[in-house]
């Protein structure tokens, strides 16, 4: 048996229905719709960061530079604090948006779970210290404990309702009081379960509780931040994408709590001038390692351009601009690359060459790390340069990747085009054949 098909019995068998089950369980939608329901606002408090730090040094000639960074400097407080009402207020949107994801996937009421999700979530992370209250946590460092209560406060619903413990109001009470009133089970549920936990927290250890579970977690995003982790975390995804399932999807959907709070740190970090140290984030995936979208498939919409095969041409044509704009599911189907033994390598390889060298380049601060989330669809090098506060290298990177990219699809996407100009002459030859067996008139 050779490799190929040793290794698409391994992943049909063994990866792929793994994957489905994953990517189709509840609670793993539920966290990556939550994540999703944030970006619009994680978006915009990026782009508020990086306008307060202007891409200039201090003792920058430009006078369009020296403008910016008295202007910044003036109106500093101004200017971040919509950063500080998103991205510090990230694990605030996560909880509603997963709480409602997933009480919605139950058939239950999703604005009272996201509330009640959203209680247990401040009652962890926010408690009221000497009339103040703790934000520290509500941003990037809060982001599993956000997760955790908004799994709970919707499983506790669900439990009362399963075993009937609610408060029945007559069929005359309107429907948003009788929701009301069933909500107070699940809001005692909460105050003698999470709010226990987090007063034993603090008085037994002096810790907030997104405090103690980060501690937990922190071993599963240091590895995560690891080269190793990030290629065995590529291998799964192109796998599954291989095998025609949207690996990326199901991937970064378990990454996402890692990706959020690595970008969160870094711009902590920034805010307080200080060196960024994490690698592992969205854009590092979307822009450096995806260029184009899963496989870094944008150079190969560009070479099938010119392909002298008229199947890889209009590929190319129909394709080229949406995967400027990172979306290659026409490419992977049309080509197809999906189940295409002569470009499963550079579908596998380029990625992970992306990843090892953007990792090299980040690690020995060669390029600024990402502190700011851009749009995913933002074309790459332009994605990197915002993501990276404006650092120029991140766009030449990113052009440097894709001639590296190009280098390595370029052998197979000429075996594939051979292979497919034998078929498109044969199939000529044989429609020239049929032409002229048929009677003329």
């Known amino acids: 048996m050779s490799f ?3 290794l698409m019995r391994v992943v049909e068998s063994h990866i792929a229905p793994l994957a489905g089950k994953i990517g189709s369980q509840r609670h793993i939608i539920a966290i990556r719709d939550g994540f999703i329901s944030a970006m619009p606002f994680l978006i915009i408090g ?28 003036a109106h500093w407080d101004t200017i971040t604090m919509p950063f500080f009402m998103t991205m510090g207020l990230m694990s605030v949107f996560v909880t509603v948006g997963t709480a409602y994801s997933l009480a919605k996937s139950y058939g239950i009421d999703g604005l009272t779970a996201a509330l009640l999700a959203l209680m247990a979530f401040l009652l962890a992370a926010a408690p009221q210290l000497e009339n103040k209250m703790a934000l520290d946590y509500l941003g990037g460092q809060g982001v599993f404990t956000a997760l955790i209560c908004a799994i709970w406060s919707v499983e506790l619903i669900r439990l009362l309702k399963k075993y009937n413990i609610t408060i029945r109001m007559p069929e005359q009470v309107p429907p ?32 907030l509780l997104p405090a103690a579970v980060m501690q937990v977690f922190q071993p599963l995003i240091a590895v995560g931040d690891t080269l190793p982790a990030i290629l065995l975390a590529l291998l ?8 025609g399932i949207h690996g990326d999807n199901i991937v970064t959907g378990l990454l996402n709590p890692i990706f959020m709070a690595n970008i969160a740190a870094n711009a902590a970090l ?76 550079p579908l596998i390889v380029v990625p992970m ?68 100009l034998a078929q498109e002459n044969e199939q000529a030859q044989e429609m020239a054949a049929a032409a002229e067996t048929q009677p003329q008139p």
């Open 46 to 73: 990026s782009i508020m960061l990086i306008i307060a730090n202007p891409p200039f040094d201090a003792q920058t000639t430009s006078s369009f530079g020296q403008a910016w960074l008295s202007f910044a400097k």
């Open 270 to 345: 920034m805010t307080h001038g200080m060196e960024t140290t994490q690698i592992l984030t969205a854009p590092y995936w979307s822009f450096y390692v995806c260029i184009g979208g899963s496989g870094s498939t944008l150079v190969l919409a560009i070479l099938y351009l010119r392909s002298r095969s008229i199947h890889l041409r209009t590929i190319g044509k129909l394709s080229v601009v949406p995967a400027i704009f990172n979306i290659n599911e026409p490419l992977l189907f049309g080509s197809p690359v999906v189940m295409n033994p002569t470009l499963f390598i």
């Open 353 to 420: 060459v992306n990843a090892i060298l953007a990792y090299v380049a980040l690690h020995l601060d060669l390029v600024q790390k990402m502190v700011a989330i851009a749009p995913w669809t933002a074309p790459a090098p332009l994605g990197a340069m915002i993501s990276a506060a404006w650092d120029y290298k991140a766009l030449i990177l990113v052009l440097v990747l894709m001639v590296i990219d190009i280098l390595i699809w370029y052998p197979f996407f000429k075996v594939y085009e051979k292979q497919l």
């Open 176 to 207: 948003a009081i009788a929701r009301s009133f069933e909500l107070l089970y699940p809001v005692v549920g909460i105050l003698l379960t999470v709010y226990p936990v987090s007063l034993f927290m603090q008085s037994e250890f002096n810790l």
């Open 4 to 6: 190929y098909a040793s």
């Open 236 to 243: 799964i995804a192109n796998l599954l994408w291989f095998a």
